[in-house]
């Protein structure tokens, strides 16, 4: 078998278990010309440069799903929603592209995971990494309205002018859907160039990894560059280690120093440690100063003769231990005043009083 050199694109059929390892094959230039063709084991396919798998119609669907203009990363979930009760197989088995745009929608196209994945295992086994998939239904030409051709599993393949695509299983089912026309042999189909609106499905979980080639100077170049930056961050990270040694130093004098002047005589250990100790001892007199404060003005507003055994104010709510003659002669003029109290036992001949002290 004598191939060109120059094969840009390969192009072979998804083979699938159980299938014989020979292959029909077509060879494209960079112009997407055909410039060799033949048949062969999936073991000695020509060199190439991209790898062109078409999967059979068999195993591919097209639907048209409706879905908006501006519905962007949400198509996807769209289309799986339209298609769930239009689908036979399990949902999860199911694999989802979308692809060109129809009259109603987009063409959603719908293939089985789990045999998708089969094949590119047998490829992937043979050294082969495919760059893209497409359906066969992508080799049919825009020539004329409706234009048919025949599968790799003899049925006929077609598409209307208005992008619905089917598959019949002889001519005369197809001159009743869609009218007379002439069908294109499979080996003609098969070199027909792809339509260039055509979607890959090798799409989500399928999608091929990135190829580059592998350059030891590349990485000697790279090895370099990351030398000399990891030295720029370390110079740069002592420098500013020092300026941060150097600040610290000096808040720390100026802590030392205004704590000696607003405690002179205070020995300093640690004067950051002891000013939040200062400071909590300032805010615990203060809360105290405060709760008597509110204590007496609220008792002011109760009216005098009361002889309270005990009395607190915590967040708003004065709390007392009153006799019970107290408590009778108090409780009408908070109902009165309107205020919010609340009456409970305490030891024999008292009761504990709870008042808040804002009015509801």
Same mark, same amino acid.
């Not at 230039?29 to 062969?40: K, L, P, T, V």
């Not at 769209?78 to 692809?99: C, F, M, S, W, Y």
């Not at 020539?143 to 695509?165: H, K, M, P, W």
């Given at each position: 078998?004598?191939?060109?050199?120059?094969?840009?694109?390969?192009?072979?059929?998804?083979?699938?278990?159980?299938?014989?390892?020979?292959?029909?094959?077509?060879?494209?230039?960079?112009?997407?010309?055909?410039?060799?063709?033949?048949?062969?084991?999936?073991?000695?396919?020509?060199?190439?440069?991209?790898?062109?798998?078409?999967?059979?119609?068999?195993?591919?669907?097209?639907?048209?799903?409706?879905?908006?203009?501006?519905?962007?990363?949400?198509?996807?979930?769209?289309?799986?929603?339209?298609?769930?009760?239009?689908?036979?197989?399990?949902?999860?088995?199911?694999?989802?592209?979308?692809?060109?745009?129809?009259?109603?929608?987009?063409?959603?196209?719908?293939?089985?995971?789990?045999?998708?994945?089969?094949?590119?295992?047998?490829?992937?086994?043979?050294?082969?990494?495919?760059?893209?998939?497409?359906?066969?239904?992508?080799?049919?030409?825009?020539?004329?309205?409706?234009?048919?051709?025949?599968?790799?599993?003899?049925?006929?393949?077609?598409?209307?002018?208005?992008?619905?695509?089917?598959?019949?299983?002889?001519?005369?089912?197809?001159?009743?859907?869609?009218?007379?026309?002439?069908?294109?042999?499979?080996?003609?189909?098969?070199?027909?160039?792809?339509?260039?609106?055509?979607?890959?499905?090798?799409?989500?979980?399928?999608?091929?990894?990135?190829?580059?080639?592998?350059?030891? #100077?590349?990485?000697? *170049?790279?090895?370099? &560059?990351?030398?000399?930056?990891?030295?720029?961050?370390?110079? @740069? %990270?002592? !420098? $500013?280690?020092?300026?941060?040694?150097?600040?610290?130093?000096?808040?720390?004098?100026?802590?030392?120093?205004?704590?000696?002047?607003?405690?002179?005589?205070?020995?300093?250990?640690?004067?950051?440690?002891?000013?939040?100790?200062?400071?909590?001892?300032?805010? #615990?007199?203060?809360? *105290?100063?405060?709760? &008597?404060?509110?204590?007496?003005?609220?008792?002011?507003?109760? @009216? %005098?003769? !009361? $002889?309270?055994?005990?009395?607190?104010?915590?967040?708003?709510?004065?709390?007392?231990?009153?006799?019970?003659?107290?408590?009778?002669?108090?409780?009408?003029?908070?109902?009165?005043?309107?205020?919010?109290?609340?009456?409970?036992?305490?030891?024999?001949?008292?009761?504990?009083?709870?008042?808040?002290?804002?009015?509801?």
């Amino acid at each position: 078998m004598n191939t060109p050199p120059d094969i840009d694109r390969l192009r072979i059929l998804l083979p699938l278990p159980g299938q014989q390892t020979s292959m029909l094959w077509a060879g494209f230039d960079d112009r997407y010309n055909q410039i060799a063709r033949c048949s062969c084991d999936i073991h000695a396919l020509p060199a190439h440069k991209r790898l062109e798998v078409i999967v059979p119609a068999s195993l591919t669907a097209a639907h048209v799903v409706p879905i908006p203009a501006n519905a962007g990363r949400h198509a996807p979930a769209i289309a799986a929603q339209a298609l769930e009760d239009t689908l036979l197989g399990p949902r999860e088995d199911t694999h989802i592209t979308l692809g060109e745009h129809a009259d109603t929608g987009r063409i959603a196209w719908v293939c089985s995971k789990s045999l998708l994945q089969q094949g590119l295992d047998i490829l992937v086994a043979a050294g082969l990494e495919p760059d893209s998939a497409y359906s066969e239904y992508a080799l049919l030409t825009d020539e004329g309205d409706t234009v048919a051709g025949r599968s790799a599993n003899g049925s006929i393949l077609f598409r209307t002018v208005n992008g619905q695509y089917g598959s019949v299983d002889d001519p005369a089912t197809l001159q009743t859907l869609v009218g007379d026309m002439a069908i294109q042999d499979h080996d003609r189909l098969f070199m027909n160039p792809r339509r260039p609106e055509s979607v890959s499905l090798l799409s989500g979980s399928f999608a091929p990894r990135k190829r580059t080639a592998f350059d030891p #100077r590349q990485l000697r *170049r790279s090895g370099w &560059l990351l030398l000399a930056l990891g030295t720029l961050l370390l110079v @740069g %990270a002592l !420098l $500013r280690w020092q300026q941060l040694a150097w600040q610290e130093k000096t808040l720390k004098d100026e802590i030392r120093q205004t704590f000696a002047a607003l405690y002179p005589g205070t020995p300093i250990v640690d004067p950051a440690l002891q000013w939040e100790s200062k400071r909590r001892e300032l805010n #615990r007199t203060d809360a *105290r100063r405060d709760a &008597l404060d509110q204590l007496s003005q609220f008792a002011q507003t109760l @009216g %005098a003769g !009361l $002889r309270p055994r005990n009395a607190e104010v915590r967040n708003g709510v004065v709390r007392l231990v009153l006799n019970e003659s107290d408590v009778a002669k108090l409780r009408p003029r908070l109902q009165s005043d309107g205020r919010d109290f609340n009456i409970t036992p305490a030891e024999s001949g008292f009761s504990r009083l709870e008042i808040r002290m804002e009015k509801q």
